[in-house]
């Protein structure tokens, strides 16, 4: 990546924030969301996926604030040009999905499609997954963080916090529960990236895609990252004597071994115009969220597979208005559309202020695919506790959803990793969300 196109932006209050969507509305600090938060347990905390306005899409302005505020606050905080990660992202999960645990080329999809073929394409059914990977922490002592010191105090028990985790130990968890199920498209949330070193930091502790990926090729099956959303990228330095860095990203895989049935296209992915940033001791943490999407065939017939990670904070207008733009964008299309992600919208519960969400996406003509199957069941899938420890689990909200569009038929709609049995061999949940598993017949009529 030629370094005219790494961008480190240093950030204080009022000053440059990068991303391509701006800020509207007003600001929100840490701890009116910590107040204000009736929604998510877990996520009331300054969430790296969060964003909140008051930020002019003046770039100007923000250059001329950026000189105005040369405080010592501006080194604690660097938010870096996604640009990079996501291309590093992308060439490594290409490479790790290229290859199966003992280093052999993976099976050429196209070889699968002629099987599938030979053998007379007959089932036009679909199986599709969300599952958030769970960072490794809430965030809570970053939001509670008061003075520069303690931010960076916070940074490095927010570091320790997510490596006690272990992130690839969970990875491998939820690998497992993708090869019992075989989804042919999974819509992953906080797939994430842990790096420390000097600015921008590059040493990677965890990398949850690549582990996962690895995980199901010892396992057997093949899948690769064919979409990746970036989200916030910040880093920031530790008492421990280098910088954190964390990015986030949503991902799109697909299944591509010998018995893959799904040709996926046109892939597809997009930020918010709206997005909410949230103000600490060093200065606003913006972030990027937004949505992925690929459009898949089996047996003739065509899809729109979509996947998100929607704002968890207050004020949830922020939300809504992502909601909005995700309908508008994402399903402008003329295909049957499925999408499955993480909305921190709650299904369940008319009282909470994250249902307007809810309610707008099903007055919008979609379709909830846990409803229509199991109308008196909950189906919770959030939240554990934040260390993943809690001897029972704490699953209570419906926030991951598989919403549809189109005459789909829901043979099948199940949770995933919410079992005693589900737990790593060190006794974690596999994620603070239960994963949520559907398998869709497909409107329409097969190709001949």
Same mark, same amino acid.
């Given at each position: 990546?030629?370094?005219?196109?790494t961008?480190?932006?240093?950030?204080?209050?009022?000053?440059?924030?990068?991303?391509?969507?701006?800020?509207?509305g007003?600001?929100?600090?840490?701890?009116?969301?910590h107040?204000?938060m009736g929604?998510v347990p877990?996520?009331e905390a300054?969430?790296?996926?969060?964003?909140?306005?008051?930020?002019?899409?003046n770039k100007?302005?923000?250059?001329?604030r950026?000189?105005?505020?040369?405080?010592?606050?501006?080194?604690l905080?660097?938010?870096?040009?996604l640009n990079?990660?996501?291309?590093?992202?992308?060439?490594?999960?290409s490479?790790?999905s290229?290859?199966?645990?003992?280093?052999l080329q993976?099976?050429?999809?196209?070889?699968?499609?002629?099987?599938?073929?030979a053998?007379?394409?007959t089932?036009?059914?679909v199986r599709?997954?969300t599952?958030?990977?769970?960072?490794?922490s809430?965030?809570q002592a970053i939001?509670?963080a008061?003075?520069?010191?303690e931010?960076?105090?916070?940074?490095?028990l927010?570091?320790q916090?997510?490596l006690a985790?272990n992130?690839?130990?969970?990875?491998?968890?939820?690998a497992?529960?993708?090869?019992?199920?075989k989804p042919?498209?999974?819509g992953?949330?906080?797939?994430?990236?842990?790096?420390?070193?000097?600015?921008p930091?590059?040493?990677v502790?965890?990398?949850q895609?690549?582990?996962?990926l690895?995980?199901?090729?010892?396992?057997g +099956?093949?899948?690769?990252?064919?979409a990746?959303v970036p989200?916030?990228d910040? %880093?920031a #330095? &530790?008492?421990? @004597?280098f910088?954190?860095?964390i990015?986030?990203r949503?991902?799109?895989?697909?299944?591509v071994d010998a018995?893959?049935?799904?040709k996926?296209?046109?892939m597809?992915?997009?930020t918010y115009?709206?997005q909410?940033?949230?103000?600490s001791p060093?200065?606003?943490?913006?972030?990027?969220?937004g949505?992925?999407?690929?459009d898949?065939?089996?047996?003739?017939r065509?899809?729109?597979?979509?996947t998100?990670h929607l704002?968890p904070?207050?004020?949830?207008?922020?939300?809504r208005?992502?909601a909005?733009e995700?309908?508008?964008?994402?399903?402008?299309?003329k295909l049957?559309?499925?999408?499955?992600?993480?909305f921190?919208?709650?299904?369940?519960?008319?009282?909470?202020p994250?249902f307007?969400t809810? +309610?707008f996406?099903?007055?919008?003509?979609?379709?909830?695919?846990?409803?229509? %199957?199991? #109308? &008196?069941?909950p @189906?919770s899938?959030c939240?554990?506790?934040?260390d993943?420890?809690?001897?029972?689990?704490?699953?209570?909200?419906?926030i991951?959803?598989?919403?549809?569009r189109?005459?789909?038929d829901?043979k099948d709609?199940?949770?995933?990793g919410?079992?005693?049995?589900d737990?790593?061999?060190?006794g974690?949940w596999?994620?603070?969300h239960?994963?949520?598993?559907?398998?869709?017949?497909l409107?329409?009529k097969?190709?001949?």
């Open positions: 990546m030629p370094k005219s196109n961008l480190v932006a240093l950030l204080a209050t009022g000053v440059l924030l990068t991303g391509s969507g701006a800020a509207v007003g600001t929100v600090t840490a701890a009116s969301a107040a204000d929604g877990g996520r300054i969430r790296p996926t969060s964003p909140d306005p008051a930020v002019s899409r100007h302005t923000g250059r001329n950026q000189r105005q505020h040369k405080s010592q606050s501006q080194k905080l660097r938010v870096v040009n990079e990660s996501v291309s590093d992202t992308q060439n490594r999960s490479r790790q290229s290859q199966d645990a003992h280093g993976r099976v050429d999809s196209r070889k699968g499609e002629s099987a599938a073929t053998n007379g394409c089932d036009p059914d599709v997954m599952q958030n990977m769970y960072v490794g809430d965030f939001s509670n008061k003075t520069p010191a931010f960076v105090a916070a940074v490095t927010t570091y916090n997510i985790s992130p690839d130990e969970r990875a491998a968890a939820v497992r529960e993708i090869a019992r199920d042919d498209l999974v992953l949330q906080e797939a994430d990236i842990l790096r420390t070193g000097s600015p930091a590059t040493n502790k965890s990398d895609l690549n582990a996962l690895a995980a199901l090729n010892r396992l +099956q093949h899948y690769e990252a064919v990746i989200e916030l910040a %880093e #330095p &530790s008492t421990l @004597g910088d954190v860095r990015s986030e949503s991902v799109v895989l697909a299944r018995f893959r049935r799904v996926v296209s046109n597809q992915v997009q115009a709206i909410q940033v949230l103000r060093v200065g606003p943490i913006a972030s990027r969220a949505w992925a999407s690929v898949a065939t089996v047996c003739g065509t899809f729109r597979f979509v998100t704002e904070t207050p004020p949830f207008t922020i939300q208005a992502q909005q995700l309908v508008a964008s994402a399903a402008n299309t049957p559309v499925v999408f499955a992600g993480d921190n919208t709650t299904a369940n519960g008319q009282q909470n994250t307007p809810y +309610q996406l099903l007055n919008s003509g979609l379709i909830d695919a846990w409803s229509k %199957e199991h #109308p &008196s069941e @189906g899938t939240c554990q506790a934040p993943l420890r809690n001897p029972v689990s704490a699953l209570s909200l419906r991951d959803l598989v919403l549809l189109g005459d789909f829901v709609i199940h949770l995933v919410e079992e005693e049995s737990r790593t061999p060190s974690l596999p994620s603070d239960a994963g949520v598993v559907a398998t869709l017949k409107p329409g097969t190709s001949t």
